[in-house]
């Protein structure tokens, strides 16, 4: 038991290290929006674009490729992703009316 709890301090330690790179400053995981406070448009800001932005989604730059922030959950998904859920909404609105 001793041995145990010796591995999740030093796990903890490990953690709590100050030479660990912090994840904004992590070239793997920081994005455009995280270095310089802009939030960059899309590369390819073409009609899928625009009705994304308009239904209240935010596109962020990350490793090269868009990513879009849901608007109800928070949640970051690719446009595909994104794209598919706007139109499954609007049938859904569709069907309502």
């Known amino acids: 038991m001793g041995k145990y709890l010796d591995l999740i301090e030093a796990a903890d330690r490990a953690r709590r290290s100050p030479t660990r790179t912090p994840l904004a400053a992590d070239r793997n995981t920081a994005s455009g929006v995280a270095d310089n406070g802009k939030n960059p448009m899309p590369l390819t800001a073409g009609p899928e674009t625009h009705s994304l932005l308009a239904a209240g989604w935010r ?7 868009t990513i879009w922030q ?14 598919y859920l706007l139109e499954s909404k609007s049938r859904e609105e569709d069907q309502r009316s």
Not at 59 to 65: A, T, Y
Not at 70 to 83: C, H, K, N, Y
């Open 59 to 65: 596109p962020k730059v990350r490793l090269g490729k």
């Open 70 to 83: 849901r608007p109800d959950t928070g949640f970051w998904v690719s446009q595909e992703v994104a794209l």
